[in-house]
């Protein structure tokens, strides 16, 4: 038979009597955590400006973003009505069932309130905050991996892999590829900006330039993922992860565009 067996991985990392911490849990908890820490280490060398609260307060509110968004995004996006019937499994994120796209949108108004709680330009602080959240991306596509979830189309590269939710079938192991490329690729590129003096004075560059790339990669990968079944192509072959990366590039753009226009410095703003 074609394609690697897949590994017999346990969802859950650990369990004592009714608690159960799954890997899909864990992922998020250790990139929130590693992002918290990067930040705090760069809050020091490059004198951001913010209190022990502060990170905190970004820690927080980012993770309220990350899991209000992701999870209601996937509910409208993703979810073709099934949540109306059982709205009590809209809580149930242990579960699986979180969209990036819908976290993008609930991280920015996440860190819009706490940039104006702050008083803190929200470009710099998305620019501070942009190059961690690979870290996240990296962990959560490998526990997609785990979930036996999110696999790829079939295929008979010499690399595919025979989910068992999957039929069995040697299919694309699609949470790899996104693993590599919107994590390590991404992790990188973004932090190599950083080191850079003349891409953190332009104000919102690092923050474009994330959304740009990874709804590029996003975008490629889709071509190997196998669509929701609940939703199938929107048409053609275009899926509905592709339809959702087109804003996501052109805002990327504009800030890329407003960045290089502004030539603004980080310190004065």
């Known amino acids: 038979m074609t394609g690697l067996a897949y590994p017999a991985i346990s969802p859950i990392f650990f369990s004592l009597g009714f608690f159960e911490l799954r890997w899909y849990s864990l ?3 250790v990139g929130i955590i590693a992002g918290w820490w990067l930040v705090s280490c760069r809050n020091k060398k490059y004198d ?3 209190s022990r609260q502060n990170l905190e307060d970004v820690a927080f509110y980012v993770t309220l973003g990350i899991i209000l968004g992701g999870r209601l995004g996937y509910v409208f996006f993703y979810g073709d009505g099934a949540y109306l019937a059982q709205p009590w499994q809209i809580l149930a994120i242990w579960h699986g069932g979180m969209s990036f796209h819908g976290g993008i949108i609930g ?3 996440a860190i819009a309130l706490l940039a104006r709680k702050l008083k803190y330009p929200l470009l710099k602080l998305t620019d501070v905050v942009s190059p961690v959240v690979p ?3 990296f ?3 490998l526990a997609n991996f785990v979930n036996d979830e999110l696999w790829g189309r079939v295929t008979d590269v010499s690399w595919a892999v025979r989910f068992p939710r999957g039929g069995y079938l ?3 192991p699609s949470q790899i590829y996104e693993a590599c490329l919107e994590g390590i690729l991404l992790f990188v590129v973004l932090n190599l900006m950083w080191r850079s003096k003349w891409c953190r ?3 919102g560059f690092i923050s474009g330039m994330f959304l740009l790339l990874y709804a590029a990669c996003r975008a490629f990968v889709e071509q190997f993922r196998e669509p929701d079944a609940q939703i199938g192509f929107l048409f053609g072959h275009v899926t509905m992860g592709q339809c959702l990366s087109v804003p996501v590039v052109l805002l990327g753009m ?3 565009w407003r960045a290089l226009k502004s030539g603004c410095n980080f310190k004065k703003q």
């Open 27 to 29: 992922a998020y908890l």
């Open 48 to 50: 951001l400006g913010f």
């Open 107 to 109: 991280v920015i108004i």
């Open 135 to 137: 870290i996240g991306i």
């Open 139 to 141: 962990l959560g596509r």
């Open 170 to 172: 040697p299919r694309h």
């Open 201 to 203: 004075e332009r104000v």
């Open 254 to 256: 504009y800030l890329i």
